[in-house]
Nanobody, 121 residues
């Protein structure tokens, strides 16, 4: 199983970016997909998460600015980031809790490689 994150880049304050995270490999179902971020010198923190049924939760610092969504058929999650601030600068990682086979009841956790978001004028 691989998680491929993409969409990062350099953007000015107030701008927008859309991140994508595509999961591939032997996957039966993905229970939850999440985005985390890690700024230099700081711990990794949860940004947003979404379940198969579409239930979402967000960190307080992104509420009203970021939107997480997913396409279950494509095993892909998205993070639409609007009104970006310099403090949003970080490496953004996607994470997935998934079942590799319907013959198993054990959910496994996977991380993507990260995509850098830089917010600067």
């Amino acid at each position: 199983v691989q998680l491929q994150a993409s969409g990062g880049g350099l953007v000015q304050p107030g701008g927008s970016l859309r991140l994508s995270c595509a999961a591939s490999g032997s996957i039966a179902t993905i229970r939850k997909m999440s985005w985390y971020r890690q700024a230099p010198g700081k711990q990794r923190e949860l940004v947003a998460a979404i379940t198969t049924g579409g239930n979402t939760n967000y960190a307080e610092f992104v509420k009203g600015r970021f939107t997480i969504s997913r396409d279950n058929a494509k095993n892909t999650a998205y993070l639409q980031m609007n009104s970006l601030k310099p403090e949003d600068t970080a490496v953004y990682y996607c994470n997935a809790d998934l079942l590799r086979s319907y013959f198993s009841s054990v959910y496994e956790n996977y991380w993507g490689q990260g995509t850098l978001v830089t917010v600067s004028s």
